[in-house]
């Protein structure tokens, strides 16, 4: 299957920095990509959808001036966490989308393996 | 408002038994059904995806089952491996947006354990 790719795998880092995340699809041109946060034993919540060449859509309650995503080329979208604070510390998922073969009714979605954010 | 809801929450099964996991779900209209396994610290892989029309699906040693008209999935793991503890995540989509893409609904998971 179609890998994507997430960097780094872990970052630890002190409060107030910014950290910038990176995903991308190794095999395939993503359009649409998506960007999750998940805390510990609970399931992924879409934070927001990225698409290449224009703005990102968030999802509410998530603040688009402190998660910065940008969606530069049809391979690549980034996550900058600014001003990160212990709150934000999380599993960040980032998920892209294949459109070929894509019906009306499915697509195809792959996961990366996660950036595990941690601050101190 | 759209939900997907699974059960147990969490289960433990010996290694070579079967297990059964469930998934309701409210999401209207709908598009399609996937199945997906999460490792601890790494991100989902897909198992399985069902429209409405199909009413099962199977990848190795896991079968997935749709009832569209009662909003229920299952999974069925059948001779149970080590490598199957996992959380097992139910994920419902509906009709696309006029991005053309699924917005992906989220169960919250049951965590698997098999033990030796």
């Known amino acids: 299957g179609a890998v994507v790719s997430q960097h780094p795998s872990r970052v630890i880092c002190k409060s107030g920095t910014s950290v910038k995340i990176e995903c991308r699809s190794l095999?395939?041109?993503?359009?649409?990509m998506f960007w999750y946060r998940q805390f510990p034993k609970q399931s992924l919540m879409l934070m927001a959808t990225s698409n290449e060449g224009s703005k990102a859509t968030y999802e509410q309650g998530v603040e688009k001036d402190k998660f910065l995503i940008n969606h530069a080329s049809l391979t690549l979208s980034t996550l900058t966490v600014t001003s990160a604070h212990p709150e934000d510390s999380s599993f960040y998922i980032c998920?892209?989308?294949?459109?070929?073969?894509?019906?009306?009714?499915?697509?195809?979605?792959?996961f990366g393996p996660g950036t595990r954010l941690t601050v101190l | 408002k759209n939900q997907v809801e699974q059960s147990p929450q969490s289960l433990i099964i010996l290694e070579g038994k079967n297990c059964t996991l469930q998934?309701?779900?409210?999401?209207?209209?709908?598009?399609?059904l996937r199945w997906y396994k999460q490792d601890t610290g790494r991100g989902p892989v897909s198992l399985t995806i069902?429209?409405?029309?199909?009413n099962t699906k199977s990848n190795g040693r896991y079968t997935a089952t749709l009832d569209a008209d009662t909003k229920q999935s299952s999974l069925h793991i059948t001779a149970s491996q080590l490598s199957d503890s996992a959380s097992y995540i139910c994920?419902?989509?509906?009709?696309?947006?006029?991005?053309?893409?699924?917005?992906?609904?989220f169960g919250a998971g049951t965590r698997l354990a098999v033990h030796p």
């Open positions: 998934c309701n779900y409210t999401v209207s209209p709908f598009s399609n």
């Open positions: 998920s892209a989308r294949d459109g070929r073969g894509a019906s009306k009714y499915t697509d195809t979605q792959y």
């Open positions: 069902m429209t409405f029309s199909e």
């Open positions: 095999d395939f041109q993503a359009t649409t």
């Open positions: 994920v419902v989509s509906g009709l696309p947006f006029s991005g053309g893409y699924n917005k992906l609904i």
